[in-house]
């Protein structure tokens, strides 16, 4: 039987472009993975790439490293940059991650998925949409008539991830969600974690 895994690309990116980056494992899983790639809701301007360098300057890795040179931010929809959310200046509130919970929702209701697979800020969202699934109660608007609109996934791949800073994510991570909590710490290595419940 085919699995089906939902695929989340990183900050600056988009499904054409991680749909590219994942070709190897693509062509290794053959026809028994079928991969759904899915562009996130924010269409990045050169001021959210520009204020997202200036973020990461100090740090190892810049957009480049993570794709974003790959992206465009001219009218063809297949090569804008996109995100899961924007932060602000002190990296203290996912903005516009509700919009993102809430495609995700309606991406999740029209099909069964086995597992979620992110990179970089995709798997950031990868995570929290798992645990969104394992404890949907927990944030309404994710419900359908007061139902969840798809069963928990079996798994959760996050490679380079890290744990979103926002009152909305550690309300659905950290109370009883222990297992991605505690992975979480080992994600800041860049490690790539497969998460079951």
């Not at 992206?71 to 924007?86: E, I, N, Q, V, Y």
């Not at 203290?92 to 509700?98: A, D, L, P, V």
């Not at 969840?148 to 009883?176: E, N, Q, Y």
């Amino acid at each position: 039987m085919v699995k089906k895994i939902l695929m989340l690309h990183g900050y600056a990116q988009n499904a054409n472009i991680f749909n590219k980056r994942m070709g190897a494992l693509r062509k290794a899983c053959g026809k028994d993975i079928d991969f759904v790639f899915i562009d996130a809701c924010h269409v990045l301007t050169p001021v959210d790439l520009a204020e997202a360098f200036r973020s990461t300057e100090s740090e190892s890795s810049s957009l480049n490293d993570l794709g974003a040179q790959e992206a465009s931010t001219d009218s063809d929809p297949a090569l804008a940059p996109r995100g899961w959310w924007k932060a602000d200046a002190a990296r203290t509130k996912t903005i516009g991650i509700e919009d993102s919970i809430l495609q995700l929702r309606d991406v999740l209701i029209k099909d069964r998925y086995d597992g979620i697979f992110g990179f970089s800020q995709g798997a950031a969202m990868a995570a929290f949409m798992a645990a969104l699934l394992e404890k949907p109660e927990s944030y309404p608007p994710f419900l359908i008539d007061g139902k969840p609109p798809h069963p928990p996934v079996t798994f959760c791949v996050a490679a380079a991830g890290f744990r979103p800073k926002s009152p909305l994510c550690d309300s659905i991570l950290l109370p009883t969600y222990s297992a991605l909590q505690n992975c979480f710490q080992k994600l800041c290595s860049g490690a790539i974690l497969i998460i079951s419940p």
